[in-house]
């Protein structure tokens, strides 16, 4: 019987892995305990977006979207989605969420650099991380080094991209605070809680950069024990 020998490298992913669980979790409960604390405001996610367009000058087309946490900004089609228990809620968590979208909607019209470079990468991303993994194990598996190093080189973009969502998510959330207490939406007694809102999103982001950078690390060293 063949026995493939163990491979030490993904011991590297491990503590990557835990802080993603974590992050997801946290991202999660937080959402599920602030979702229960009604703003102040009475407006819902739905008409938050819209208040917060108005304020901008900016005629966009929200569309509620099924999921929960699926909400997103779509630059190429100029189109705002919001998740059903977003654009019907009207909790605070809600509020900090469809603010956040609309930061990425302000980015776009401010030309921000890292948005527009995070946009240009994700076709190309997206491409490299599916033929990375397969390309390089294929490599691996039968010694030949030049599939590994494609393989590398495509999951790089996919770190790349990793990196370059991290500034454009923390410049949305802080846009959205700023958004928030230009309208007055929320109260001084809310506005932590939708940082705390933002902060939990955030350290999803900064698990899945982890994760891609040890798992390209990883490739590194499989690629040096074939030599």
Known sequence: MFFLPFDYTF?????????ALYAQGRVTNTYALLARKKAQAGLSGWQVAQRLLDTLGLHMKVEEIPGSLTDHYDPGRGVLRLSSSVARGASIADYGIVAHEIGHVMQKKEGYSFF???????????FGSQLALPLFFIGLIFA????????????????LFQLVTLPVEYDASRKAMILLER??????D????????????ALTYV???????????????????RD
């Open 183 to 188: 309208t007055g939406l929320l109260g001084l």
């Open 207 to 225: 698990a899945a950069t982890a994760v891609a950078a040890l798992q390209l690390l990883r490739l590194f060293l499989l690629r040096e024990s």
């Open 190 to 201: 809310e506005k932590p809680l939708a940082q705390k809102m933002l902060n939990a999103a």
């Open 11 to 19: 011991l590297l992913l491990i503590p990557a892995l835990i802080l």
């Open 144 to 159: 030949i080094r030049p599939l590994m190093d494609l393989g590398i080189i495509f999951f790089s973009l996919a770190v």
């Open 116 to 126: 527009a470079f995070r946009s240009a990468l994700v076709p190309v991303a997206g």
